[in-house]
């Protein structure tokens, strides 16, 4: 099993719709956690990190249930500048120091 | 206030020889990590470093790759005798040591192209 997995997709949604998408962690010691995007292979940029009680940032929304060991991201009302590969990452525990990406979810909108 | 710096931006080497990519971290950030991304696939860790210290290495291949981050000037992995496999992007990314679990900040990259 994959230490962080996401559906790669790819999404395509019209611009304005709404979508949501989910990723799966297996290490229940993990404490941080992050969505980030990544645009054309380019570098991946922080989104939004994601807290237990659950954030919102505009548009998006972060949601972490730590008991079934998942993350979510909903982006609401959905720009043409929103099309991009969409990277679950989960923070370290224990000596572990890394973050572990998940390999991203492919989002297109259309016009 | 500079990002983290990654040169070369592009590098292409033929197989069999040396590649050297060179990473500053973002100003008053000591940890750096450095992360591979083939063709495809996702961000893989390989190396975590501090000031003349390697953390965790775990994640990087035993044989031809190395990584510091000397005292003085810039982080290195160097790739030894290239192959085509090698063909990929190089990431580095920094964190401050003030917050454990702060996100990374990120280069743009080093594409290195195997011929």
């Known amino acids: 099993r994959k230490e962080v997995e996401q559906d790669p997709g790819p999404f395509n949604v019209p611009e304005g719709a709404t979508v949501a998408f989910n990723c799966t962690y297996s290490?229940?010691?993990?404490?941080?956690f992050f969505w980030y995007r990544q645009d054309c292979r380019k570098e991946p940029k922080l989104l939004m990190s994601?807290?237990?009680s659950g954030n919102e940032d505009g548009r998006f929304t972060a949601q972490l249930n730590r008991a079934s060991q998942y993350i979510s991201l909903l982006i609401r009302d959905s720009k043409l500048s929103d099309s991009a590969t969409y990277l679950c990452v989960v923070g370290p525990s224990g000596s572990a120091r890394q973050l572990t990406f998940g390999s991203g979810t492919q989002l297109t909108v259309l016009p | 206030n500079a990002g983290v710096m990654q040169n070369p931006r592009h590098l292409v080497r033929r197989r069999g020889q040396e590649a050297r990519l060179r990473c500053s971290p973002m100003k008053g950030h000591s940890h750096v990590y450095w992360y591979r991304q083939l063709p495809e696939e996702g961000l893989k860790f390989m190396v975590y470093l501090q000031k003349e210290n390697i953390i965790d290495e775990s994640g990087m291949p035993k044989e031809r790759f190395s990584a510091e981050f000397p005292k003085e000037g810039p982080s290195i992995l160097r790739i030894q005798q290239v192959v085509r496999g090698d063909s990929a992007a190089y990431f580095c990314?920094?964190?401050?040591?003030?917050?454990?679990?702060?996100?990374?900040?990120f280069g743009n990259g080093t594409r290195l192209t195997v011929t």
């Open positions: 290490n229940s010691a993990s404490q941080s």
């Open positions: 990314a920094s964190s401050s040591d003030l917050a454990l679990y702060s996100p990374l900040h």
């Open positions: 994601v807290y237990s």
